[in-house]
């Protein structure tokens, strides 16, 4: 599977792991409530590991672990629900989080540039196909009247 | 006026070829109705009754000749020659095609025009004081403070998916003009002890189904906290304003669900990790309050001996200064309510010939710049005594001189049926009834200063519930059926109006408003107004009999 990371399309080289799966060797993904949960066996994993945070969930819960995480993805359960653009401005502005943001889910291609902006860096889409065009709209605005997380 | 800068016009242009990209992916097929509803709306693009609508911001509702004679070219090339003004001063126009939208964007852009975030759960376009920097009684004028918003507010990455619409207004003057404690951010520029202007921050006002009055979440607010208190309470809305039901997003459920306490205290908690990075200086602030210099006045204006002599001689002309015209804080000016508000034109219309005819007066007599209202009017703002007969004869010739601005005919009216494709009821048509049963103009001053507003729908964008008279349509078995409501007001003394009993049918609403006006008269002693006879006598008086006969 590919996904936009850093401004390139890039193979993905995360293992999404769901709640009653057994844990696998290599980059995992898990869900907020599984981090809370086996927290200390998964810092003894040999690979590194993800945390996924839906809408609802507090970022600011997360705050103290982020040094162990080297990604956070972000899921849109729907392209409108907005709080994913504030959880991703807060890791990067408030929390100074360094590790990978992506974006997964419903999001659509047109809203990957306002996502970028807050912060988020690497993107999934539903569609592989449309990649190449989400890539291409990070370049739709030259000026801009708010400053941009990095 | 704010004169755009190379970056602003570059941003503008680069949002037309967005949005004409957008456009172009969804036309093939390659975006979803859903996907592409959400894109078109944050541009101003509704899919309506008959074809899409177009809604253009009039940013705090200021326009200059160039781009009046901009709209006209819209209205004859891709519309049926004419627009509509709204009550957020902004533009709309209701038989574009789809495909040409982009075009119309980039014609609106090369005279920095443009339909961002008009629509859609997002930064609405900020309004204003439509005497904004001429009225004598101002603080302070807030248009400098509207425009650093509206910069702010343009792109905002953050808060463009928000639970629900997001509309922001300001006030500079002691009198509120602008509704703001109707809106889900109001600003006032108030004085502190220290003898400093500031902002007075009130939040979770607004109309719509569940009207509400906006409360004061800070009495004084630095001025070069603006941004970073705006961006607080933005995010704890963005961050807990509800998201599972569309009636119950806006800010003000919210503020009412968690208590005003507790909302402001997430908010001051946020600002306080936030506000040291986003302060305004004092000198960006000062370069934007230049771009709203006053004109330039003539100082001998006053001087001139014609005005009074016309005021004399002609009563007609006596009339409109009266009733359209309003006091300036330059002496020898006034400022003039162009009416939209003829008795045989839709409210809130004009044809492609009227905007360029009053992009030709403003020029002529007022700068070269046009104000649009909340109340669906437009204003010449800086008009010398000695042109007020010349305009008015020549507005009269263009039947914008109706002398009916602040009365029973100056109604604020929704598209309704006729057009939106979310009213249960027309609007137009009962208008122009109401103007015909009040075509006596002696009549029709001797009522004075009544609002009436009227919406076809709950969604309230003619503000009704805030009418001294409110009417709303309803929708009963199939049938158009109007609610009415007496007292509610947007000005200082905010209030909503009250239910004056069950709905009535349609073919009753004007007689029922005639029935309201005479029991006003009988009712009122010597020049108390309509708003205040209705607070001193009750709704009782015109229940009785207005459902006398039922």
């Known amino acids: 599977m590919q996904i936009i990371k850093d401004k390139q399309i890039v193979d993905d080289s995360w293992h999404y792991v769901a709640d009653e799966a057994e844990l696998e060797n290599g980059n995992i993904t898990i869900s907020l409530a599984r981090w809370k949960k086996d927290r200390a066996q998964l810092l003894k994993a040999n690979g590194k590991v993800g945390v996924r945070i839906g809408p609802a969930d507090s970022v600011d819960e997360l705050a103290a672990d982020l040094k162990d995480l080297a990604l956070i993805e972000l899921d849109f359960p729907a392209f409108a629900d907005g709080r994913i653009f504030s959880h991703a401005w807060l890791l990067r502005a408030r929390y100074h989080y360094q590790g990978e943001i992506r974006a997964t889910g419903k999001l659509m291609a047109d809203q990957v540039y306002y996502l970028s902006r807050v912060g988020v860096n690497a993107f999934n889409l539903e569609k592989s196909e449309d990649l190449p065009a989400a890539l291409s709209t990070l370049n739709d605005f030259s000026v801009n009247y708010q400053k941009s997380i990095c | 006026m704010y004169q755009y800068n190379d970056n602003d016009q570059t941003l503008i242009e680069q949002r037309v070829a967005q949005f004409r990209r957008q456009t172009e992916s969804y036309l093939k097929g390659d975006i979803s109705d859903d996907q ?40 004859r090339t891709y519309d049926k020659n004419y627009c509509h003004f709204t009550t957020r001063q902004n533009v709309q126009f209701n ?16 005279v920095q025009m443009h339909a961002i975030q008009t629509s859609g759960n997002c930064l609405r376009n900020t309004s204003s004081d439509h005497l904004a920097g001429i009225c004598v009684d101002e603080i302070e004028d807030p248009r400098p403070y509207c425009e650093i918003i509206r910069q702010w507010t343009t792109l905002h990455p953050e808060f463009a998916y928000l639970p629900r619409k997001f509309k922001i207004a300001v006030s500079g003057a002691k009198h509120d003009r602008a509704a703001t404690q109707f809106h889900d951010i109001g600003l006032h520029l108030v004085t502190n002890d220290a003898g400093e202007i500031g902002f007075k921050v009130l939040v979770g006002g607004g109309l719509g189904r569940t009207p509400i009055i906006g409360q004061v979440i800070r009495p004084y607010l630095e001025k070069k906290h603006l941004l970073s208190y705006l961006e607080a309470i933005l995010r704890i809305y963005n961050l807990f304003g509800r998201r599972d039901n569309k009636y119950k997003a806006r800010i003000k ?81 006034r400022a003039v309510f162009v009416s939209l508000k003829a008795p045989d034109s839709p409210p809130g219309d004009m044809t492609d010939t009227q905007l360029d005819a009053v992009a030709d007066l403003a020029d002529r007599y007022s700068f070269g710049e046009i104000r649009s209202t909340h109340r669906q009017n437009l204003i010449l703002a800086d008009v010398k005594q000695a042109d007020l007969f010349p305009l008015w004869q020549q507005l009269d010739a263009l039947k914008l001189a109706t002398p009916n601005n602040g009365t029973a005919t100056d109604i604020i009216c929704c598209p309704g049926l006729d057009f939106c494709s979310l009213a249960n009821a027309g609007t137009i048509g009962i208008s122009k009834e109401i103007n015909d049963a009040l075509d006596d103009l002696d009549y029709l001053h001797d009522i004075g200063d009544v609002k009436i507003n009227m919406s076809g ?58 029935t309201i006006l005479a029991v006003y008269l009988k009712q009122r002693l010597d020049d108390e107004s309509f708003l205040d006879t209705v607070k001193r006598v009750g709704i009782t008086p015109f229940k009785e009999q207005v459902y006398a006969d039922h």
């Open chain 2, 36 to 75: 592409f509803r959400a894109l078109r709306l944050m541009n101003g693009l509704y899919i309506q009754t008959h074809a899409p609508m177009l809604r253009i911001a009039g940013p705090y509702g200021l326009f200059n000749a160039k781009q009046f004679r901009k709209l006209a070219h819209i209205a």
């Open chain 2, 95 to 110: 038989w574009p095609q789809l495909e040409r939208v982009p075009d119309i964007l980039e014609e609106l852009a090369s």
């Open chain 2, 253 to 333: 459920i919210l503020v009412k669900e968690s208590g005003l306490e507790k909302f402001a205290e997430l908010v001051e908690n946020e600002w306080l990790l936030i506000r040291d990075n986003l302060e305004l200086d004092a000198g960006r602030i000062d370069a934007i309050k230049a771009q709203f210099a006053p004109p330039a006045y003539e100082a001998n204006a006053a001087q001139d001996a014609s005005f009074t002599e016309h005021l004399a001689d002609n009563k007609a002309f006596a009339t409109w200064i009266k009733y359209n015209t309003a006091e300036h804080k330059i002496v020898g000016y």
């Open chain 2, 457 to 514: 729908c709950m969604n309230g964008c003619a503000h009704q519930s805030v009418g001294h008279i409110g009417v709303l349509g309803v929708d009963k078995k199939g049938a158009e059926w109007y609610q009415l409501t007496l007292g509610g007001s947007s000005e200082n003394e905010a209030a909503i109006g009250e239910r004056l009993g069950p709905s009535i049918a349609k073919d009753q609403v004007t007689q029922a408003i005639t």
